[in-house]
């Protein structure tokens, strides 16, 4: 199918699942998860009206960059090897990976700006999966006060793949509380507006759980896999 038309019905399932918990369908930002479609079908979701795209790698990111340039705000959504730091700093508004101290180093390190990070929270505690545990996530933050050129706009979880809603809902209003204690310390680096949560499968429920930023690839631009 066209980006368009998958967009169209992405944007009717926003508008549900907003007036389902009476939000507001503009709090949601769309990000399109480019990492297994060519730099054309990137292209076609900038024309269809997707403003952010996310990749997870370097060399993705980088071949994206080169064709599209400052077309859409650009996103690191996967983990972040810290010696690839030097490689994308320079080309991303965004990084929803940051779960080690190493790695806020080099960032900061690297970046001529203010570089928007989420914090990444395994709040399922799978192994296959990165991130810190939620009641690691505090005391995270508070290590990061020195690193002047990271700001903790939010935090970001991967829900396991599952068809259990109960499952879904817990994990995403974990997150959600955990923020909310994050805004109530006042940590004027880490404003912690912002949740990085739901996918293909699951950004409704998402989205009725609290999420700001939603991450679509499959139902969206499609799989070249």
């Known amino acids: 199918m066209l980006v368009c038309d998958n967009l169209n019905e ?8 907003c007036e389902k918990v009476n939000r507001a369908k503009d709090d949601i930002t769309l990000i399109a998860v480019t990492k297994y479609v060519t730099i ?3 292209e076609e979701a ?3 009206g997707v403003l952010h795209l996310g990749e ?12 599209l340039k400052d077309k859409p705000v650009w996103h690191f959504i996967g983990s972040l090897q810290t010696r690839k730091v030097k490689n994308i700093i ?9 779960d080690r101290i190493s790695l806020a180093k080099e ?4 970046a001529n700006k203010k570089i928007k990070c989420f914090i990444q929270v395994n709040v399922s505690q799978e192994e296959s999966k990165h991130g810190l545990a939620a009641n690691e996530v505090v005391d995270f933050i508070k290590q990061l006060a020195p690193f002047t050129n990271i ?5 970001m979880t991967m829900a396991p793949f599952t068809e259990d809603e109960t499952l879904l809902r817990n994990c995403f209003r974990t997150l959600k509380e955990l923020q909310q204690t994050i805004q109530q310390l006042s940590f004027n680096y880490a404003p912690c507006r912002e949740l990085s949560m739901g996918m293909s499968n699951d950004y409704s429920i998402a989205i009725e759980e609290g999420a700001t930023m939603i991450r679509i690839g499959t ?5 070249d896999k």
């Open 46 to 48: 900038i024309e269809a």
């Open 90 to 98: 320079d080309y991303v508004d965004y990084i929803h990976s940051l």
């Open 219 to 223: 139902a969206l631009v499609g799989n």
């Open 10 to 17: 992405i944007q009717k399932e926003i508008a549900a699942a």
């Open 107 to 110: 960032i900061h390190k690297r």
């Open 56 to 67: 997870n790698r370097e060399e993705g990111l980088l071949a994206k960059y080169e064709a």
């Open 151 to 155: 700001e903790v706009v939010g935090l």
């Open 40 to 42: 054309e079908r990137a």
